[in-house]
Every structure is written in structure tokens, then in C-alpha cells.
């Protein structure tokens, strides 16, 4: 059975939410999945990840993942690790989905390897975040498989 570590960066829960929608699809795969919604880097120890994080502020990480960003910066190398991101952001912003997009490169520079582009959930669309991220799961179970 694969495993993955599922790493939430939420400031005010919507993230949170979509990440637990996210496991019930995963499990209901025979995926079995290690949720973080107050990561640590240490106990992140499968060698795939998915991240679901909304961008706070003026394109910034939300508080809860600032300690697991720090601890990232001072890895030396990730090239073990895959991994995929979900941004949830408000595209009315010019900062829209800075934290995913920031968190994927970091990770890419540490050497990990992303498995598909950045998905950009734009809550001002009419469908539910939870929505657009479960019709998106399909294309990383593949990537997985």
C-alpha cells in the first residue's frame, strides 16, 4: 500500500478542510496517508508528499507552516522526496498562490521532485475548493501509481 504525508499550511481553515476531503479520496484509493496539519519536518518521513496550502497576507505562508518552512530551508537535500502542491488563493490578488508556488520551489531546489505543475484553486470560481481538488486528484494518483 502506498503511503504519503499530507502537509497543510492554513491560516484561517480552508485548507484544513480541503485537506480532509483530500484523505477520505486518498484512503478510498488504498492510499494511506499521514496527515499533517501542524507539520514538523521530522515527522514528514514517507518519501512522497502532497501539500495543500492557501497563501496568507501579501503572498506569505500561513503561521502554522512557518516552523516546517524554516526546518526546509535548513535541509541540505530532498532528492528522495516527490512530492505535489495545491495552492488555495484568491486571484484577485497579485500574489495569488505565492505560498504554493514558493513552497514547490524551495523544495525543487532542495532537490525533490515535483510530480505535476502547481495546482492554483481559485476560491472567487464558482466551485467549491474541496470540489476542485478531489476532480484534480486523479492526475496525482497516476503520477503515484
Known sequence: MQTLDL????????????AEQLVESLESQGISVNLHEQP????????????VTSTYGAGDYPENL??????LNDKSDLSDLRFAVIGIGD????????????????????????LLEVA??????????????????????????
Do not use: R
Open 40 to 51: 514538523e519536518l521530522e515527522a514528514c518521513q514517507q518519501a512522497l508528499w502532497l501539500v
Open 7 to 18: 502537509i497543510v499550511g492554513s491560516q484561517m481553515g480552508s485548507a484544513e478542510y480541503v
Open 91 to 114: 486571484s484577485s490578488y497579485d500574489t495569488f498562490n505565492h505560498a504554493a508556488l514558493n513552497l514547490a520551489e524551495l523544495l525543487k531546489e532542495k532537490g525533490a521532485t515535483l
Open 66 to 71: 512557518l516552523p516546517f518552512i524554516a526546518a
Open 120 to 145: 492554483k484553486i481559485d476560491v472567487l470560481q464558482p466551485d467549491l475548493p474541496e470540489d476542485t481538488a478531489v476532480a484534480w486528484l486523479p492526475k496525482f494518483i497516476e503520477c503515484i501509481a
